[in-house]
């Protein structure tokens, strides 16, 4: 655990993993920003998904993860409010994926459980930890 200050590496596990995939939603909101989708998109691919991942999911992921590192109160706060974000982006997609909407791959599937699991995590990990925070 912390002693003097430092910061427990699980959590550093979490703030760079946070930080990573901040950064993934937004390189890939670009990419589909770049083919025009956000701007002319086709039919087939809802606006929301890549929208909410620039201006939701990339600055607040990347908040949270840089917080977490110097353990500050609003890497906390932040963390939870994507953790939040996860789990309801997540079940979005899991109710469109059931209901045959989304095809049902491992492509859909793997990443979503991915976030519910670090969602989860940041819930359940960190709450105990809270007051270590500064």
Not at 41 to 58: K, T
Request: proline share 7%; no cysteine.
């Amino acid at each position: 655990m912390a002693t003097n200050g430092s910061t427990p590496w699980l959590i550093k596990v979490l703030a760079g993993l946070l930080i990573l995939l901040g950064l993934f939603a937004g390189a890939g909101s670009l990419l589909l920003w770049g083919q025009g989708f956000l701007f002319a998109f086709p039919a087939e691919i809802p606006l929301a998904s890549p929208m909410a991942d620039f201006f939701i999911n990339f600055p607040l992921s990347v908040l949270a993860g840089i917080g977490l590192w110097g353990m500050r109160k609003y890497g906390y706060v932040t963390a939870q409010i994507v953790a939040g974000f996860y789990l309801y982006a997540s079940m979005l997609i899991f109710v469109d994926m059931f209901q045959g909407r989304l095809p049902a791959g491992p492509e859909i599937w793997g990443p979503q459980a991915f976030a519910v699991l670090i969602a989860l995590v940041l819930i359940f990990y960190l709450w105990p930890q809270k007051e270590k925070f500064i």
